[in-house]
């Protein structure tokens, strides 16, 4: 079984920053993309921002310049740098991980329990 656990979180003010980090652990051959999803009371999960195992990076508009997503391929984490918060960008925010169980398998999608986020004054 492979658990995603997430840190990070918390309140912090407008204009402030956040960093979070998730951690993938459990018997698994490698991880292919990771990403981090938000989702804030009464909209849909969105995409924030993906990394590919390689380091190549996408990003949704709402964060870019302001967001910066890496990862530790040796350590299994995935981190997320938030800067110039805005009350906005209140959500709880999901790790998500493609996850190759074994040679000749394909991934599958694995979900952090979520950490919340809250930007106000």
């Known amino acids: 079984q492979v658990q995603l656990v997430e840190s990070g979180g918390g309140l912090v003010q407008p204009g402030g920053s956040l960093s979070l980090s998730c951690a993938a652990s459990?018997?698994?051959?490698?991880?292919?993309?990771m990403a981090w999803y938000r989702q804030a009371p009464g909209k849909q999960r969105e995409l924030v921002a993906a990394?590919?195992?390689?380091?190549?990076?996408n990003y949704a508009d709402s964060g870019k310049g302001r967001f910066t997503i890496s990862r530790d391929n040796a350590k299994n984490t995935v981190y997320l740098q938030m800067n110039s918060l805005k009350p906005e960008d209140t959500a709880v925010y999901y790790c998500?991980?493609?996850?190759?169980?074994?040679?000749?398998?394909?991934?599958?999608?694995?979900w952090g329990q979520g950490t919340q986020v809250t930007v106000s004054s």
């Open positions: 998500n991980a493609q996850v190759v169980p074994g040679f000749y398998s394909p991934s599958v999608t694995y």
């Open positions: 459990g018997s698994f051959l490698s991880i292919n993309d």
């Open positions: 990394i590919v195992r390689g380091g190549r990076t």
